[in-house]
Structure formats: C-alpha cells, structure tokens
C-alpha cells in the first residue's frame, strides 16, 4: 500500500459526492470517485390518506419538494437526520426521527403508535423490505409510493478495474445496491474475480448490516461496519482500519 492510501467512494455524483471527497482528502487519502448510483425520478406523491408518511432519503426529500407535496395534518418521519435536514431545508416539520438511523429503528421507534394507523412510505425502487414488514408485524396499514428509480451511471467502473489490478486499498459501500452494481460493472468488463481478490486484499468499509449481508452473499467480506449509519463514520472508521492494517 502507498502512503496515501486509495479508497473508491460510490456516493451519486452530486454534493454528497463532494462532501465525500473533501472527508476522505482530510483523512489523508486518495479518494476513487466511482459513482454507482443514478436517480431516475417517477414524479409520483406521497399518498395524502395516511396518518404517518415516512422519507427515507435526501433525494426523496428534495424530489416531493418538487413535485408540490403538501403533507397537511400528516406525521413526517425521517429515516434519519441527513433526510431530516434535507426535509427541513425544503421547508417540511420533521416530527419523528428514530434513535438509531436504521430501518428497524424506525420500525421501533413508532411500533407501540400504529396499531390500525396507515402509513406512507416514499422511496426508491430498492428500498430494504424491513419497513414494510415491520410497520405491517406492528399492526399498521402500509402502503408504498415509489419516488425514483435508482440506475447504474453509464461508465461507472473506475474502481472495478483498480481493485482487479490490486491498486485499491479500501473501499466506501454506502447501500446494498452499490455493491450488486459494483459487480455489475465488473462483470461487464470480465474482471469479476480479480475485482472480488482485489476486495479482499483490501478494507471494505459498508454502511449497515443489510449492505454487509449482501456483500457477503455476493462473495465480500466487510471489514467495518460503523454503528452510526453516516458516511462521516464509514468514511472514519475504514481509514483507521486501513491505517491498523498498514502497521
């Protein structure tokens, strides 16, 4: 491994992107931008007949924003504070924010509230099936509202072929999704086994245990997996253990 250590962050190309870059330059790294995730909006609404409509996404955030979303009366929860802030800047209250920045933890947060309630969920096309069953295991009505489709980025790879070349020394997996199109990339370039040896000679650094479980189902061993579900601590937390591996 060089001295500045080469870390691939898979983050949509747009100021979270950024953001990532600029951490991952403080923490003395070689950031590798590879975006895996692209939006493909549906115009769709949350659903106004719902006690509780629950955002899970700055993107989603800010595409009901433009689509006129009024929630009136309704109770607006967030997945976690980066939607919340993202809620708030488009100018919506954000009345529930679960403890723990998890699907299950929003499932715990309103278990013992929705007995009979209806609730809205607004999403992506990949959404982790736990909300649904755990808001439906609590007693409540659930319907789901997709709010955009989540695309691979046309010439997204750059990563793939470094980490098939043994020139990656970590990598950032933010979602599930990223990793099975991670894959993808590399199997259209034919390089999907020296890419999975490449991952592991290097730190794979995941955002939540769903993400660890498919990437250990899909042959990637994860190194970290942050307890806060932020890409401030994944981003931390992976170039410490690479800073431990090195030593």
Not at 63 to 79: F, H, K, N, R, Y
Not at 205 to 230: F, K, Y
């Amino acid at each position: 491994m060089s001295e500045t250590p080469t870390v691939a962050v898979f983050r949509p190309d747009d100021e979270r992107l950024e953001a990532a870059v600029s951490l991952l330059d403080d923490l003395g790294s070689d950031p590798v931008t590879d975006p895996m995730l692209a939006v493909e909006a549906t115009n769709a609404t949350p659903r106004t007949d719902a006690e509780y409509v629950v955002l899970t996404s700055k993107t989603g955030a800010e595409l009901v924003s433009q689509a006129g979303w009024d929630p009136g009366e309704q109770t607006v929860c967030a997945i976690g504070p980066a939607t919340a802030d993202a809620l708030r800047t488009e100018g919506y209250a954000v009345d529930v924010v679960p403890e723990e920045y998890t699907s299950s933890g929003l499932v715990a947060e309103l278990a013992d509230d929705i007995d009979g309630a209806r609730i809205e969920v607004a999403r992506s096309d990949h959404g982790s099936p736990v909300l649904l069953e755990g808001f439906e295991n609590a007693g409540a009505y659930v319907h789901e509202t997709i709010l955009y489709r989540l695309i691979r980025p046309e010439g997204s790879g750059r990563s793939v072929e470094l980490a098939a070349n043994g020139a990656l020394d970590a990598a950032c997996f933010t979602s599930s999704l990223t990793v099975e199109h991670f894959l993808e990339a590399a199997d259209e370039r034919g390089v999907r086994e020296d890419a999975l040896a490449g991952l592991a000679d290097a730190t794979v650094g995941v955002i939540g245990e769903p993400t660890a479980e498919t990437a250990r189902s899909l042959g990637i061993d994860a190194d970290v997996i942050p307890d806060d579900a932020m890409f401030d601590a994944l981003a931390r937390e992976t170039i410490a253990a690479v800073s431990r591996a090195s030593q």
